[in-house]
């Protein structure tokens, strides 16, 4: 990771990115989060990166805002920082799994929500408690609702400044794009997702 980081952050710098989110992934974390600070502190980092504590089950939920906390306090430089809490309440629909209001056609099935309504609400509001943003993997027009919802209740609890976001965003009811400007979120989007899908 130490070899590769340098080369594929000079391929940002020379596309003109300065700053990155690093969205996070289940493996190599430590890793890939050491040779940010490394890097940084050799004066060898070419950009900002704000990175992420991902979780993707409602065991990771129950300590992840303690989690993302010792996360903030043990990986931070002039130019590395975690600010945000990355959820990935669905999968995607080419395999089925993105959490839809309505069955998929050829298996009567309507995805896979990795997080429930309570567990996904309360790891969002323990999340904004101790200032932090969130942002949500959110594919299926199921988990975007349950997302929005979870936000809501972030919102109703007074956390006005906490930054929100879908990531992703790709199928989105319509009686719920009207739900994000009201409630200040981000609906983030994928280019190559941002296509229609017949599933």
């Not at 391929?11 to 969205?23: K, P, V």
């Amino acid at each position: 990771i130490m070899e590769a980081m340098p080369v594929l952050l000079e391929g940002m710098s020379e596309f003109g990115f300065t700053a990155a989110i690093d969205m996070g992934a289940p493996f190599a974390t430590e890793a890939i989060f050491d040779s940010y600070v490394a890097l940084d502190k050799a004066g060898k980092l070419p950009l900002r990166i704000s990175a992420t504590y991902y979780i993707n089950s409602e065991e990771l939920a129950k300590d992840a805002a303690e989690k993302l906390d010792a996360c903030a306090k043990r990986w931070k430089s002039e130019h590395v920082w975690f600010d945000t809490l990355k959820i990935s309440i669905d999968s995607v629909l080419e395999n089925q799994k993105a959490a839809t209001l309505e069955p998929y056609l050829n298996t009567g099935e309507c995805g896979v929500l990795q997080l429930s309504a309570e567990p996904m609400k309360k790891v969002c509001l323990e999340t904004a408690a101790k200032g932090y943003g969130i942002t949500v993997h959110a594919i299926g027009d199921l988990s975007i609702r349950e997302t929005l919802n979870a936000f809501e209740a972030v919102r109703k609890a007074g956390y006005k400044d906490t930054r929100l976001s879908t990531t992703h965003s790709q199928l989105v009811d319509p009686a719920d794009r009207l739900r994000y400007k009201p409630l200040n979120v981000v609906a983030q989007t994928t280019g190559n997702w941002a296509v229609h899908i017949q599933a």
